[in-house]
């Protein structure tokens, strides 16, 4: 009971403070180790290499052998002859330089891998009470925002100590007098330390890979359509990859090994530089970016994979673009579609390859035959 009286006293006592210096939480020591790997019969180096090209073909193959059983020709955005008939790539030729562009990629993520400082561990609470101090120093705001928006904070904290004394701490600036350790110093309250942590891991990795979203798209964007514009990056880089008029999941990464390091490699690994991830990040990059890929070119249009509902730039969307008629559009890749909605390069015409736009003309023409037949009747 006596301690409760005092923390109210103390609240009453934020409630008269409106600006004010105080001191703020002592940040805790920390030590540095060197991090262990994270599976222990693989090191995070060669975990980062293996991932994308094991995630590649487990993938790619699975949707392989959906695609030569015939389990959803409902989805299909292609029939299988068109496959055999339409591609001017064997299934081998696409095999062996996927192979290709990989081991190119493994030897430039060794690279990068290389060049990345030592994983180390230890300051997670320190890197925490940071974002904590932050937050405390950002409630020192708070009785100027209310102030200009005609509302007395000293009134309101007042009001608020006796019932709720965090709150009217909060309101009076992040104001706690009654927040202390055994031996006196000042301590964050509780929720500053459970934001500070969401803060720390959830939505500072969540905007690391969204830029570096973000940063693959732009690359892929301009330097896929670059490749286009230009004759004669066209002819002698790009027009491999177009030999798949019906693209198929292990041909995503079937391109000139030049473009496919320039592509795909050098602007996933600018992404990860750029947005100072951790090698662990890394790898979950590297293999969201590749599943999405594969995804994109699995000939199939499924109402319920959720890559292909997440964004409209799914494996329809990316089949417009391997056709003649669609060639000169559709360049956005491999997440999302707005620099093609901003640039005016994405495609408007009447033509789908979409299983629903088959089923619909193939139920006109057989309404209109079922017409014909009527008549002649």
Same mark, same amino acid.
């Given at each position: ?61 699975? $949707? ?9 020709? #409902? +989805?299909? =955005? %292609? ?5 055999? *008939? ?122 690391? $890979? ?9 690359? #892929? +964007?301009? =330097? %896929? ?5 230009? *004759? ?146």
């Amino acid at each position: 009971m006596g301690n409760d009286t005092s923390i109210a006293a103390a609240a009453a006592m934020a409630a008269n403070y409106t600006l004010f210096e105080t001191a703020l939480p002592p940040l805790p020591e920390y030590t540095l180790e060197p991090q262990g790997d994270l599976l222990s019969w693989i090191s995070d180096f060669w975990l980062s290499l293996v991932v994308p090209v094991v995630v590649y073909w487990i993938l790619s193959l699975t $949707f392989h052998a959906i695609d030569v059983a015939d389990i959803f020709p #409902q +989805y299909r =955005l %292609h029939t299988p002859d068109e496959i055999t *008939k339409r591609n001017h790539a064997t299934r081998y030729e696409v095999a062996r330089d996927v192979i290709l562009q990989q081991a190119i990629q493994v030897a430039t993520g060794a690279v990068l891998a290389l060049t990345e400082p030592p994983e180390m561990t230890g300051k997670v609470d320190y890197d925490i009470a940071v974002w904590a101090t932050r937050i405390r120093l950002a409630q020192r705001a708070l009785p100027t925002i209310l102030g200009t928006l005609g509302l007395n904070t000293t009134a309101i904290s007042k009001n608020l100590a006796d019932s709720y004394p965090i709150l009217a701490g909060a309101v009076a600036g992040g104001y706690y007098p009654f927040l202390t350790s055994a031996t006196a110093e000042p301590v964050f309250a509780g929720w500053e330390l459970k934001l500070a942590a969401a803060i720390y891991h959830i939505l500072v990795p969540g905007v690391q $890979f969204l830029v570096a979203i973000i940063i693959l798209d732009t690359w #892929q +964007y301009f =330097l %896929h359509r670059l490749m286009h514009v230009n *004759k004669w990056l066209y002819v002698h880089f790009h027009s491999r990859h177009h030999r798949l008029y019906v693209p198929y999941a292990y041909g995503a990464l079937y391109n000139h090994p030049f473009e496919g390091f320039l592509l795909d490699t050098v602007g996933a690994s600018l992404a990860f530089k750029a947005t100072f991830m951790s090698l662990r990040q890394g790898i979950w990059f590297w293999s969201f970016s590749t599943i999405k890929t594969v995804d994109d070119h699995c000939g199939y249009s499924f109402p319920w994979d959720p890559l292909q509902l997440i964004t409209s730039n799914n494996a329809a969307y990316h089949d417009i673009h391997h056709q003649h008629w669609g060639i000169k559009t559709n360049f956005a890749q491999p997440f999302f579609t707005f620099w093609d909605t901003l640039l005016n390069t994405k495609y408007t015409g009447t033509r789908s390859n979409k299983p629903s736009a088959f089923r619909k003309e193939a139920d006109i023409a057989a309404n209109k035959a079922a017409q014909a037949a009527e008549k002649d009747n």
